[in-house]
């Protein structure tokens, strides 16, 4: 199957600061999608993006399609505690195909 | 309120039985998906059917079999040929046209441990 290369694999913040990740892939991908999965729970859907270069804001996530359609850019403003969680991103080679996932980021907040 | 509901949360098996885990929507999603996640890794597919009586293998089917007799129900039997079969298994869904079809919606999963 695709890889998808997530980074970074884990991150430690202080509260209040800034968050980024990134996803790459070998292969054009049509949708980007970034999830948040909390302990034991099913990850929840937090921004789709369908158009390369589109920019998409969710609160305080924002998160980009990139330019090459083989990346994305997922960005968390002041962290909050409950942020914590495991972050993916999945790509799509095109509506109707099966989607393909990173390998996670771990993110923990000290308060 | 619609979703996806899985069943069990948690499942002991002892080696050498087959276990099935329950995976019901009410979304009136046409397509239906079957991940295997363990620590550190990504999800890995295994099944995916788009329509009823219809589905194919994913990336790691071995071991695994599925049904899809109604659309709301694709059940997940997980057999005695699946030599690790520990994990956290995720049911999701989409739609197969339009917008909706680039979404993934997910169930709380199931946790099977095999003592």
């Known amino acids: 199957g695709q890889q998808l290369n997530q980074s970074p694999q884990s991150m430690f913040i202080q509260e209040g600061e800034d968050v980024s990740m990134n996803c790459t892939s070998s292969?054009?991908?049509?949708?980007w999608l970034w999830y948040k999965q909390d302990p034991g729970e099913g990850p929840v859907l937090l921004i789709a993006?369908?158009?390369?270069?589109e920019l998409t804001s969710n609160g305080r996530l924002t998160a980009q399609f990139g330019i090459t359609r083989k990346d994305s850019f997922l960005n968390i403003s002041a962290s909050i505690p409950s942020d914590v969680g495991i972050y993916f991103c999945?790509?799509?080679?095109?509506?109707?195909?099966?989607?393909?996932f990173g390998t996670g980021t771990s993110l923990t907040v000290i308060p | 309120d619609g979703g996806i509901t899985q069943s069990p949360k948690y499942l002991f098996r002892k080696e050498g039985q087959n276990v099935t885990l329950s995976c019901e929507q009410n979304?009136?999603?046409?397509?239906m998906y079957w991940y295997r996640q363990d620590p550190g890794q990504g999800l890995r597919l295994i099944y995916y059917?788009?329509?009823?009586?219809?589905?194919q293998k994913g990336d790691i089917a071995e071991g695994y079999s599925v049904s899809r007799e109604k659309k709301e129900s694709f059940p997940l039997t997980v057999t005695s040929a699946q030599k690790n079969p520990t994990a956290f298994y995720l049911c999701?869904?989409?739609?197969?046209?339009?917008?909706?079809?680039?979404?993934?919606?997910f169930g709380a999963g199931s946790r099977l441990t095999v003592l």
């Open positions: 999701a869904s989409s739609y197969t046209g339009g917008a909706g079809a680039n979404v993934l919606t």
């Open positions: 292969s054009i991908f049509n949708t």
């Open positions: 993006l369908y158009k390369a270069g």
């Open positions: 999945a790509g799509q080679l095109g509506t109707g195909n099966q989607f393909y």
């Open positions: 979304l009136n999603h046409d397509a």
């Open positions: 059917s788009q329509i009823v009586n219809d589905f």
